[in-house]
């Protein structure tokens, strides 16, 4: 089945640092990439579309500037969290949608845990 | 806007009980898929099973079972004869069909736990 990777699994870094995440999409193509962001003990919300060659699309409320979105490929996705702060510690997911495929469904990576300090 | 519902928010019981899970959607859309995800502690997503609007016929995997009810939009899974190893949180989710970019709309989620 489809494989999606998520690099790191877990982070522990200062206040005010950068951090970023990678996914990657290891047996297909994802032309569109979903990242979402799981509170402790709450649901996962979609905060933003990441398209390939282009620009990425943000949910109502989440900065583009702190959430930098990179999908420089078919097969890869990053997220960074410029200057991260404590309230950005959480459980990041990302998802991808093969492009040959169009059943509706997402592969959904290992998610990153970060923690910020 | 799509809108997935799960009541409830947490169920405790013990091993070999049947127990189901509700969910119940809203959408514009007049084709979607439905899923189910399981989530143990570990943090992954484990898929379930995905459902699309077209299909109204109940299925059944092993001790899984799902009855999709349109008329109702619901979308209820039920676990037989559970085991510990069933316990996790439950996510019931939505997306438009076809080559639409839409991402997956979750509900809050159902923990469950199953006691020994």
């Known amino acids: 089945g489809a494989v999606v990777s998520q690099h790191p699994s877990w982070v522990i870094c200062k206040s005010g640092t950068s951090v970023k995440i990678e996914c990657r999409s290891l047996d297909f193509q994802a032309t569109t990439m979903f990242w979402y962001r799981q509170f402790p003990k709450q649901s996962l919300m979609l905060m933003a579309t990441s398209n390939e060659g282009s620009k990425a699309t943000y949910e109502q409320g989440v900065e583009k500037d702190k959430f930098l979105i990179n999908h420089a490929s078919l097969t890869l996705s990053t997220l960074t969290v410029t200057s991260a702060h404590p309230e950005d510690s959480s459980f990041y997911i990302c998802?991808?949608?093969?492009?040959?495929?169009?059943?509706?469904?997402?592969?959904f990576g290992e998610g990153s845990r970060l923690t910020v300090l | 806007a799509q809108k997935v519902t799960q009541a409830q928010t947490e169920i405790s019981v013990v091993e070999k009980e049947d127990v189901t899970l509700d969910c119940v959607y809203e959408t514009r859309d007049t084709t979607y898929y439905l899923f189910w995800y399981k989530q143990p502690p570990s943090g992954e997503l484990v898929f379930l099973i995905r459902?699309?609007?077209?299909?109204?016929q109940n299925e059944i995997s092993g001790r899984y079972s799902w009855n999709f009810q349109k008329s109702t939009s619901s979308f209820n899974f039920t676990i037989t004869a559970s085991q510990v190893v069933d316990s996790a949180v439950y996510f019931c989710a939505l997306s438009e069909a076809g080559t639409g970019r839409r991402a997956l709309t979750f509900g809050s989620g159902t923990r469950l736990q199953v006691q020994p």
């Open positions: 459902r699309n609007s077209f299909d109204e």
């Open positions: 998802s991808a949608r093969d492009r040959t495929v169009y059943t509706g469904e997402l592969f």
